[in-house]
């Protein structure tokens, strides 16, 4: 497995890259924004391990051109800022997980494992209605290559109306595709997580069909091909 | 003296014009009346004057001097003086030498009385032979009378004779009353009349000063941020400055914000070179470097914690949209805990607002959010609303093993213990108390029907 650990701190980079070695990861070590994005463009990490702090460009600006040129390399985040704040803008950014130091090296490893595990996941096409994408392996969707910020039930219900789309689909079908049958399900349900999909991806992409449920497809004036 | 009372700092601004209004216009209407109801009487005692002038007039053709020196007069054409007691009188007199006038010949209205004479009278007449000079008498009748006397030397004689003319003033009396009672009656409503539209005009003047007072209550209780109003050019540069603390407020707390910031990550990193260092190395320097770093940690988040909380209560007016924190924390940590996986279902109306900054409440819902995905079986239901008296509830739950009934003061427990804040144990749930404390709410935990734990939050709410 090959990681990049990005650090600009001498002694932890020195311990982080002892520890990963030892427990069998080949680690290349970058100390600044600029050779972390550079690395991390043109070699193909398994994960990435990404202090926010850095020299010369900050962490999460370097995460966020990665995911720009379209890298789904899991990504940890390192900080020191542990407000939430912090932790929520570096997801926006794209990261995977996070680690608010100071940690335990036994920690970091034990979540770096669980990041490798996830994304090893059978790979599957990409699904895409104009605009709009969605990548099943590594469960994210976009709109027009901005990345989109959806919760797992609203992922679940795109996902699945991207596998079914231009056919209408009934409230009832979705609900069950939705939610496991001991969870509740009131009738306004559906409506509510439409609502908020919609408001993420843009309204007129989910188009209410009355009487019979809702139906998705690409935006007039936008080709198969975009 | 006024300014004793009237002019004191404290009292209302509504009352110190309203008064010095009124005292002004008190004072006008006072003079006014008095200087009217004074003319009204005058012109009317100029007019009898007039009248008991021609009376003289008459009397004084219609006598004649006999050769004996005595004198006659014909009674005149005046149907007033020739019924008794009728109020028109008139009499022919002479100075007995010993101050006094004794009675010549008299009208026939007056049948055997006399007109009244002022003890001073004689000697007034004899200073100003010829004038009129009058004065008020009371009449045979008990009339009240006017009365006009004067003195004259006729051809023929050389003692001077007092010709004298009394007409009855009371009709004159009672127009003057009721002009009087009309003009004080009108002069009164005129002054209530302008009472009320002085205090319209300052009630309608001070307006933006209670516009302004309202505008800085709503910031006070979170409902607006600044001051937003265009105020007039008086008290503008208050409402100007009234943002400029505003700003410099908010600057502050911005400004601390960083200095925790940066000390948390000044004193972050080198503890982690401590503990990475001493990770693995089973000798006793390594474990007391790994325990006393630990320690380290809990007492810098400790404090970190009583920093921002300090900051916190300078933060006025801010409001977060509950939705938007929701959907962010939501998406954060279904993926952080994506292999388990945690279903996070959040339900909030998109118009609830929370009174308070959004960095806090990131904190709370963060904290609790992630303990529930940290606890739970797969699922974790957030629910949240406003419930009156602007205040709102959240309910954090999970489907995990829950928490016994006698543990939850324990996990609440305010202040960190260091051993708390190591990951992986203890539910953080004492930063969340302080946060919600410090923003009035409260926080309890409970069994929830999903199976785990039921965190209710009650929080200050604005609409957004």
């Not at chain 2, 929080?459 to 957004?464: N, R």
Request: glycine share 8%; with cysteine.
């Amino acid at each position: 497995m090959r990681i990049l650990l990005v650090e600009d701190d001498v002694d932890l980079s020195r311990q982080l890259k002892s520890a990963l070695s030892d427990a069998g990861y080949a680690v290349d070590h970058a100390a600044d924004g600029e050779e972390a994005h550079f690395l991390g463009d043109t070699e193909p990490y398994d994960v990435v391990v990404l202090d926010l702090g850095l020299p010369k460009i900050d962490g999460v600006s370097v995460l966020e051109r990665w995911r720009r040129d379209g890298k789904t390399t899991p990504v940890l985040i390192l900080t020191a800022r542990g407000a939430w704040s912090d932790k929520v803008s570096g997801f926006d950014a794209g990261a995977d997980d996070y680690l608010t130091k100071p940690f335990h090296t036994e920690e970091l490893l034990a979540r770096l494992r669980a990041l490798l595990r996830r994304s090893a996941g059978i790979a599957s096409a990409t699904l895409a209605c104009g605009g709009l994408r969605l990548d099943p392996r590594a469960a994210r969707a976009s709109v027009n290559g901005e990345p989109l910020r959806l919760t797992s039930l609203e992922y679940r219900l795109l996902h699945y109306m991207m596998m079914h789309q231009g056919r209408v689909i009934s409230r009832t079908e979705l609900v069950e595709h939705l939610y496991d049958q001991d969870f509740d399900r009131d009738s306004n349900t559906i409506e509510v997580f439409i609502g908020r999909v919609r408001k993420k991806i843009g309204t007129d992409r989910i188009e209410t069909v009355r009487g019979l449920g809702y139906r998705l497809t690409p935006l007039t004036g936008e080709s198969e091909a975009a | 003296m006024a300014d004793g009372w009237l002019f004191r700092p404290g009292r209302s601004l509504t009352r110190r014009l309203v008064w010095l209004a009124s005292a002004w216009i008190a004072l006008a209407l006072i003079v006014t009346g008095a200087v009217l109801t004074y003319q009204f009487q005058e012109s009317a005692l100029r007019r009898l004057g007039n009248v008991l002038a021609e009376t003289i007039d008459e009397a004084v053709i219609a006598t004649t001097v006999m050769p004996d020196g005595t004198v006659q007069t014909t009674p005149i054409l005046d149907a007033r003086t020739l019924r008794l007691l009728s109020g028109k009188y008139w009499a022919v007199a002479e100075p007995d030498g010993n101050g006094g006038l004794r009675t010549l010949i008299r009208s026939a209205s007056l049948g055997n009385e006399s007109l009244a004479v002022p003890r001073d009278l004689p000697a007034q007449l004899a200073g100003a032979a010829g004038i009129n000079i009058t004065y008020n008498s009371v009449g045979p009748n008990d009339e009240p009378l006017r009365v006009a006397a004067s003195l004259k030397t006729l051809p023929g004689r050389s003692a001077p004779i007092v010709f004298l003319a009394g007409i009855d003033r009371s009709d004159i009396d009672a127009d003057a009353r009721q002009f009087a009672t009309l003009a004080w009656v009108t002069l009164g409503l005129l002054g209530i009349g302008l009472l009320i539209a002085v205090f319209l005009q300052v009630r309608i003047g001070l307006r933006p000063l209670y516009d302004l007072r309202d505008e800085i209550s709503n910031v006070r209780k979170g409902k607006a941020a600044r001051i937003e109003r265009t105020y007039p050019a008086e008290i503008s540069p208050l409402a100007a400055q009234v943002n400029r603390l505003l700003d410099h407020n908010q600057d502050v707390v911005e400004r601390q914000r960083t200095h925790v910031g940066n000390l948390a990550h000044a004193l972050k990193t080198p503890l982690s070179v401590m503990l990475a260092e001493a990770s693995g190395d089973p000798s006793q320097l390594a474990e007391i470097v790994r325990r006393q770093s630990d320690v380290m940690k809990g007492q810098v988040d400790h404090h970190l914690r009583r920093a921002r909380a300090a900051a916190r209560s300078q933060g006025l007016g801010e409001r977060t949209p509950v939705p938007e924190v929701l959907d962010e924390m939501s998406v954060m940590l279904e993926r952080v805990f994506q292999s388990k996986p945690v279903e996070i279902d959040w339900r909030a109306p998109d118009a609830l607002g929370f009174l308070g900054e959004r960095q806090d409440l990131q904190e709370i819902l963060g904290n609790l959010m992630e303990n529930a995905c940290k606890w739970c079986a797969r699922k974790v239901r957030v629910s949240a609303g406003a419930s009156g008296l602007g205040q709102m509830i959240v309910v954090v739950e999970d489907d995990g093993p829950g928490l016994a009934a006698d543990r939850y003061d324990e996990v609440m427990k305010r202040g960190a213990r260091a051993d708390e804040d190591t990951p992986g144990s203890g539910l953080g749930l004492a930063i969340v108390d302080d946060l919600t404390r410090a923003y009035g709410g409260r926080l309890t935990l409970g069994p929830s029907d999903l199976g785990g734990l039921k965190a209710i939050l009650s929080l200050p709410a604005a609409e957004v």
